[in-house]
């Protein structure tokens, strides 16, 4: 039985969640509007929220001090990459620990989910050294590798895994009846209903791979080879102090796929995680 608020209770609540979201909603707005002020208007205290001056060269501007269409690019196909191919490893996975029945398949589950605890900083040192080993530094493969065979895919296999547990076991049973294989069976009906969580699994691999930094420090060294993280930090006058407006205008339009991408998808996010609970 659902209890109804009243009316007062509704627009108490509705102003709350308005204060709540200030805290969220201020420095997004405060890094647009910034980037196209004065950089003697951008510290004002107390900070304007409407400029007072337009300097639209400021996006100009970021073209011009870096190949910030290159980099852009850079960190677009390295992420479509990465959000493909982590969606068909950890699909894959999260199938044959949730569905096949084979010995010891909890406990090198629970191996795998160990990855979850190693801090990106342990493994730098030997990934650099065997990348420098097979000659792709300063390439894109460690940026592809690494997230989509390593660390970074175990929580996008324990999503899909927690989701396809959840399936009733009468669908396999009756496709085995109508002769489907193992894998048809994960292909046709197991991987379409999966949808919410292979939604979930895109949203959170396109924002880690988007915003990846220590990675690209370590094996990039070309600026055309930059990603759009790294390329911020660039925009430095030549006493090396930052050029706040053309960094912040730089930092808009690296925002805007992120926010496309979760708005687009923010329903399939929050339905595949909240699948991840319901079986162990």
């Known amino acids: 039985m659902k209890t109804e608020l009243s009316p007062r209770a509704k627009v108490a609540l509705y102003g709350l969640m308005c204060v709540l979201l200030i805290p969220f909603v201020f420095p997004t707005w405060w890094m647009i509007t910034s980037s196209v002020k004065p950089i003697s208007d951008i510290f004002a205290f107390p900070p304007d929220l409407w400029p007072r001056r ?6 100009q501007r970021v073209f011009e001090l870096q190949p910030f269409g290159r980099q852009y690019w850079n960190s677009a196909y390295i992420a479509a990459i990465v959000t493909v191919g982590t969606m068909v490893v950890s699909s894959m996975a999260g199938y044959a620990f949730a569905r096949i029945k084979f010995p010891f398949s909890n406990a090198l589950f629970m191996v795998v989910l160990l990855g979850l605890l190693i801090p990106s900083e342990v493994t730098i040192v030997p990934l650099f050294q065997m990348f420098l080993g097979w000659n792709m530094i300063n390439t894109h493969w460690p940026l592809i590798l690494v997230p989509i065979f390593g660390a970074p895919s175990v929580f996008a296999t324990f ?32 991987l379409p209903l999966a949808k919410p969580a292979l939604g979930a699994v895109a949203i959170f691999t396109f924002l880690h791979s988007w915003n990846l930094y220590l990675e690209p420090i370590v094996f990039l060294s070309s600026t055309h080879m930059f990603t759009l993280p790294q390329a911020l930090t660039q925009f430095t006058d030549a ?30 996010f929050v339905e595949g995680l909240a699948h991840t609970g319901l079986k162990g």
């Open 54 to 59: 337009f300097d639209w060269l400021t996006y």
């Open 159 to 190: 999503v899909m895994r927690q989701f396809f547990i959840s399936l009733p076991g009468e669908l396999e049973e009756a496709a085995r009846v109508d002769g489907l294989g193992r894998f048809k069976i994960f292909w046709t009906i197991a």
């Open 239 to 268: 006493y090396g102090g930052a050029m706040w407006n053309i960094q912040l205008a730089a930092a808009t339009m690296t925002a805007i796929p992120v926010l496309l991408v979760f708005i687009v998808a923010q329903k399939q």
